[in-house]
């Protein structure tokens, strides 16, 4: 009759309980344990209800995490679509802010692993021997190894807490690069289409002014005008050649400036001239001011403030013991094949505290630092919310105020039109002086130029809005 042999573990029965009992008394100290951490409050803030410049909107309320939308696409413009889509991809600093992101989230990965166990393996063989009649012997172990300090205080958790609240920085601060790319590229991008307005408007000016000249010439090689006439149409057309010259620098460096946001090399990239969309995208009445909690910058500041409240927790928790357990099984023998066999097997199982007595108060000084830390970001947040209000105020104001501004624009320059037209038909005739069309012109000139840049600021005004509100509104998204 054959007999059934039955494996016995590796593990003594006794051994096996000291281990449960130990682990159950440590898992009670773990979830009865007391956190170090202060219970977090978001600082309250001295920030309005609701905007002054904007009558309507309504109270504030945390909505940082709804979805922007493609704002640049109120704009009208498909080349500035296209453009801005590529920020995601190219852009460099938003490449930066990524990877930081990403760097963000493994260290709270990294940190959540600190409350588990650590399990090694480890091995040796050695062969030793020596002179004379000595023999060689060999030695083989083999352990398996294990570790873990109980969180008793809390101590490792407000570490992933504050590893979190990191890498909601990191997220916030991603979101801000972006909408500062974004941002930045449409502004660049209107002030290049503006550079194209201005250098229309001077090349079709300096064809007028080309015309006065030989008139001029003429009427100065007939003896009707003077020298002095002469020189000043000579004067005044160059002052606009310079003019022109600029306007073509100052296209150059934008579409250098653009090239560089979309991560390219300013000698591969061009942007032709184009018809200019001047639209202006209005703010609904009823945007209520949840937006302005959207702002990147807002969030980052108020995570800050959730991370220096962990980092409280954490100095304090100096003041109290640690507490390792640590245990291992394994077992020797003179050859590899005895290394599994019951009788080499060796194990330990052991409970290890620490605590300091003495430290020349290190620790209150640790603490007092991550509370004075803790003060200062709340200072901080509290003054990046003001900031951001001021901000969204400003915007508006220059909003209404150019909104004002285009169509007294417009009227001067049509009223200026006329009257360099009028004062060259009376320098035709004889009845005024050449310096009066000069006068006339510089005027004309001005007051074209002084509407195209209104045009511009209006659409430049409208980003900087958007981006002070954190990005773009969408009326289906408001609460």
Known sequence: MSQVKHR????????????????AAATLALL???AVSPVYEVPATAAPVAFKEAAGWQPAAPADTLERGPWWTLFGDTQLNQLAEAIDISNQNVAAAVASYEQARALVREQRASLFPTVSLTGSGTRSGGGGEQQTSNNYRAALGASWEPDIWGRLRAGVTSAEASASVSAADLAAARLSAQGELATNYFSLRQSDAQIALLRSTLEGYQRVLDITRNRFNSGIAAKSDLLQAQTQLANAQIDLSSQVRARAQLEHA??????RAPSDFSLVVAPWTITVPEVPVGVPSTLLQRRPDIAAAERRVALANEQIGIARSA???????????????????????????????????????????????????????????????????????GSVEDQLSATRALAEQIDLRRQASSAADEVEQQMLNRYNAGQVGYTDVVTAQVTALSARRQLVQAQADRQTTAVALIQALGGGWQAAQMP
Do not use: E, K, M
């Not at 016995?8 to 682990?23: E, I, K, M, N, W």
């Not at 020797?332 to 330990?348: C, E, H, K």
């Open 8 to 23: 016995t573990s590796p593990f003594p029965a006794r051994l096996q309980q000291h281990v449960l009992a130990l682990a």
């Open 32 to 34: 009865t344990g007391c």
């Open 258 to 263: 653009i090239a560089i946001l979309l991560g």
């Open 319 to 389: 003041y109290y013991p640690s507490f390792s357990l640590s245990g291992s099984y394994g077992s020797g023998a003179s050859r590899v094949g005895d290394l599994f066999n019951a009788s080499s097997s060796l194990w330990s199982f052991g409970l290890s505290a620490a605590q300091t007595l003495f430290n020349a108060g290190a620790t209150t000084a640790s603490v007092d630092a991550a509370r004075a830390g803790h003060a200062a970001a709340v200072a901080s947040y509290r003054q990046t919310v003001l900031t951001a209000f």
